[in-house]
């Protein structure tokens, strides 16, 4: 088993899957490890700009991703200026405060594929891009940040209700380290759509006692992810 991760991200994703049972169907999920994304980007402290903005509460999470006057798909979260007159709301254990939008300087969208990953790959990719699409429509400039869990466990449990779903390695119903690599290649047409799309590997069989290990350098890739968003936030705004 890995580590306690360094990142709160990280940890977030983590405590999904060791706090299972995971739902596939619960759409929170993504939006509670995206917040995380901009408290590992204040902690991390290599820019001033973000963190200053940060502590002044002049610029704020934005839980929902909906600004106010723009129609758009709702992402798993962004930052950008507060609008102006609006209160922003301080969480315990927060640094980054929370409240409406009038932007998006940077924009994050999070998908998990736990199983059956190429039988909905092609939702995901198109999920992934419009979801850029749109943060780009909130702002031209906007840093866009795309998160993919992929799963490499060697079976896994589905849950629906009370009814349980393994994986048995056959046709339909291939067990996760079957599809994993494919679904990483299929992934990659949706990476030029993002400033930085950042792929976690993992395994989770979803089941007692829910254990869970990151596949190969995650942390290390995710934390030089997080420097070069911090410099192109800098560049841009």
Not at 60 to 73: M, W
């Amino acid at each position: 088993m890995s580590n306690q991760p360094t990142f709160a991200l990280l940890r977030q994703f983590e405590a999904t899957f060791r706090n299972g049972p995971y739902i596939h169907r619960n759409s929170q999920l993504g939006n509670r490890i995206a917040d995380y994304l901009y408290e590992d980007l204040y902690a991390l402290a290599q820019s001033r700009k973000f963190n200053d903005r940060v502590d002044a509460r002049s610029h704020v999470l934005n839980p929902k991703g909906i600004s106010p006057g723009i129609r758009a798909r709702r992402g798993d979260g962004s930052f950008g200026d507060l609008i102006p007159g609006s209160k922003p709301r301080v969480f315990p254990d927060f640094r980054v405060a929370r409240g409406p939008t009038a932007d998006v300087e940077i924009g994050a969208e999070v998908k998990i594929l736990a199983k059956a990953m190429i039988k909905q790959i092609d939702r995901v990719i198109g999920d992934l891009c419009r979801q850029a699409d749109q943060f780009h429509e909130k702002a031209a400039n906007s840093i866009t940040v795309g998160i993919v869990g992929i799963n490499f466990a060697e079976h896994y449990v589905s849950h629906e209700g009370e009814r349980r779903y393994p994986t048995d390695g056959k046709s339909g119903n291939l067990h996760p380290a079957q599809e994993a690599r494919e679904a990483e290649r299929r992934l990659l047409s949706a990476e030029n759509s993002y400033s930085e799309f950042i792929e976690l590997g993992f395994r989770a069989t979803n089941e007692p006692p829910y254990d869970f290990e990151w596949v190969g350098r995650a942390q290390d890739n995710y934390a030089a992810r997080l420097v070069r968003i911090l410099r192109k936030y800098d560049l841009t705004f």
